[in-house]
């Protein structure tokens, strides 16, 4: 079995390699400045945990590889603006958008979005970093070198906001799991919660969504697509062409975890529907100190990345499995009184 090479040496490619382990599947997460002599891509498949990279000597190397999966589609859907482009072209639906040129464009961007518009950076910016909330009574107060590579947005009032992991492989075929319920706080991810109970119609809309965009894209390996729930509807928000922290949670409570699944995607093994019963939470830690009482509760798992710890950072997760809802909220009300 050929052995995996993770550009990205971060909590995801750490994972992807733990996933790899029981399989016999050698993966190996490489650091951006690695030297390409150091690293086995020539007998490796090539996959990324993140969406861009500066430009250096390993990966110029590993660009004109054939063996990296989906490397067309990252720089595509890294970029806010040709990612938005790709779903209109799809007739699929989103927030209203436009690329934000200058200052001038201001009074028509309320004109036609109304009291709320959110301002993001085409490339770069995450967990809140690099987008702005803006209403039209407020004072625009924007840093200047943002205008031509930022879009803006209508801002979606929207009931609740969802997230699909799915997976595609070679021969077009495509896996998912249930949709989660997805808690944000100050633009950062909290707690993703299984819906194994979402409406139908939701599931089966936002499977239809990704498999439309994968499709498209001859994309390979697992994907992940944020949805607003709004007035009944999907809107979609981001993608994400790799495995997603709103997926953490198929570590526990699936048979196949997001990762493993993501292997056998680009490795062309066999890819069945993930089972999935009970009930699972994802929880964040964010810039907290590793806490072994966590350890006391008998249905929590924890995953640490061994990070250094600062505030606003991810620095591990907690997932919680249970047989039933009803269990499930009496661990995480638990949980709650050693979680910051």
């Given amino acids: 079995m050929k052995s995996v090479c993770v550009l990205g040496n971060g909590q995801l490619g750490r994972m992807l390699r733990q996933a790899g382990e029981p399989l016999g599947i050698k993966v190996y997460p490489i650091g951006l400045d690695a030297r390409p ?17 500066p430009e250096t000597e390993l990966t110029r190397q590993l660009a004109e590889k054939k063996a990296f999966v989906n490397r067309t589609v990252f720089p595509l859907l890294a970029d806010r603006e040709t990612q938005k482009k790709l779903l209109d072209s799809l007739s699929l639906a989103t927030a209203p958008w436009r690329l934000l040129e200058n200052a001038e464009q201001w009074p028509q961007v309320f004109a036609q979005f109304g009291d709320l518009a959110i301002v993001k950076r085409c490339v770069g910016g995450y967990d809140g970093r690099g987008q702005w909330r803006l209403a039209a009574d407020g004072q625009i107060d924007l840093p200047q070198d943002i205008y031509g590579k930022c879009i803006v947005e209508q801002g979606i009032h929207f009931s609740a906001e969802v997230s699909l992991i799915g997976a595609r492989n070679r021969q077009g075929q495509t896996v998912f799991y249930p949709l989660t319920d997805n808690w944000h706080e100050n633009g950062i991810l909290r707690v993703s919660i299984l819906q194994p109970q979402a409406k139908a119609k939701w599931q089966q809309q936002a499977e239809s969504m990704l498999s439309a965009i994968m499709e498209k894209l001859e994309y390979v390996g697992v994907m992940a697509m944020e949805c607003f729930i709004d007035n009944d509807k999907l809107l979609i928000n981001e993608l994400a062409p790799r495995v997603h ?13 997001q990762f493993e699944l993501h292997l056998r995607a680009i490795l062309d093994l066999p890819l069945p529907t993930p ?4 009930q699972s939470v994802m929880i964040n830690l964010i810039g907290t100190p590793v806490n072994t009482e966590w350890l006391t509760l008998p249905l929590l798992h924890l995953h640490w990345y061994e990070k250094d710890i600062h505030p606003g950072r991810k620095v591990g997760h907690l997932n919680l499995h249970a047989p039933s809802n009803a269990t499930a909220l009496y661990h995480i009300d638990n949980a709650r009184a050693f979680t910051p």
């Fill in 275 to 278: 089972v999935v019963s009970g």
């Fill in 37 to 53: 002599e150091h690293v086995p891509h020539e007998e490796s498949v090539i996959t990324a945990e993140i969406e861009r990279w």
């Fill in 245 to 257: 922290n709103s997926g953490h949670w198929t570590q526990n409570g699936a048979s196949i975890s």
